[in-house]
């Protein structure tokens, strides 16, 4: 069993910048794909942004491609989002996801493939 916990949302401007937490407990970190997706009212949950369990390969949504960065670090079994250049559009509830698929460097794409889920963090942008 893997416990995924959110953390960094809020308001924020546009233009401005927020950088979401996930912190994991729970079995090993280190084997799960991870990725981050949000939900606005009213929309279906859309990918964010995945990483491989290794790292090395990831995977951005046309959308955020340029503006949001997804990072790792195995030691402190925590994923990152770094969200710049914020725009109305990115308001959302946050969730992050854990798929143990034990293949170092795949990520995965659809809702269905993640096996974890966090509780989600609220992010507001302000126009």
């Known amino acids: 069993q893997v416990q995924l916990v959110e953390s960094g949302g809020g308001l924020v401007q546009a233009g401005g910048s927020l950088r979401l937490s996930c912190a994991a407990s729970?079995?090993?970190?280190?084997?799960?794909?991870m990725g981050w997706f949000r939900q606005a009212p009213g929309k279906e949950r859309e990918l964010v942004a995945a990483?491989?369990?290794?790292?090395?390969?990831?995977y951005y949504a046309d959308s955020v491609k340029g503006r949001f960065t997804i990072s790792r670090d195995n030691v402190k079994n925590t994923v990152y989002l770094q969200m710049n250049s914020l725009k109305p559009e990115d308001t959302a509830v946050y969730y992050c996801?854990?798929?143990?698929?034990?293949?170092?460097?795949?990520?995965?794409?659809?809702?269905?493939?993640?096996?974890?889920w966090g509780q989600g963090t609220q992010v507001t942008v302000s126009s």
């Open positions: 996801a854990a798929a143990r698929r034990y293949n170092p460097n795949a990520y995965y794409t659809r809702p269905n493939e993640y096996d974890y």
């Open positions: 729970g079995r090993t970190f280190g084997n799960d794909a």
């Open positions: 990483i491989s369990w290794s790292g090395h390969n990831t």
